[in-house]
């Protein structure tokens, strides 16, 4: 998935008031946002590690996925 698809998402998901919306890619990572403290989670599922980003880092929130996502693409190729 490129950069600018994942920035994408990120910005749809800020969007939504009132809720807090996990994606998860199976056996890889959930990447969750919760509109009330504006926070963003990414959870890798193979070790259970958790970063948050604060106050719409979707710029650091993109290039981690990005970094998780083609890590786990480049394995499977």
């Known amino acids: 998935m490129d950069i ?3 920035k994408n998402v990120l910005y749809i998901l800020i969007q939504y008031e009132d809720s807090s919306i996990v994606h998860t890619v199976p056996e890889v990572i959930e990447l969750s946002y919760c509109n009330s403290s504006k926070t963003f989670q990414v959870t890798t599922l193979v070790d259970q590690r958790t970063l948050s980003y ?3 880092d979707i710029e650091k ?3 981690a996925l990005y970094k998780i996502l083609n890590s786990i693409e480049q394995k499977t190729t």
């Open 4 to 6: 600018l698809k994942i």
């Open 54 to 56: 604060g106050d719409y």
């Open 61 to 63: 929130v993109a290039q």
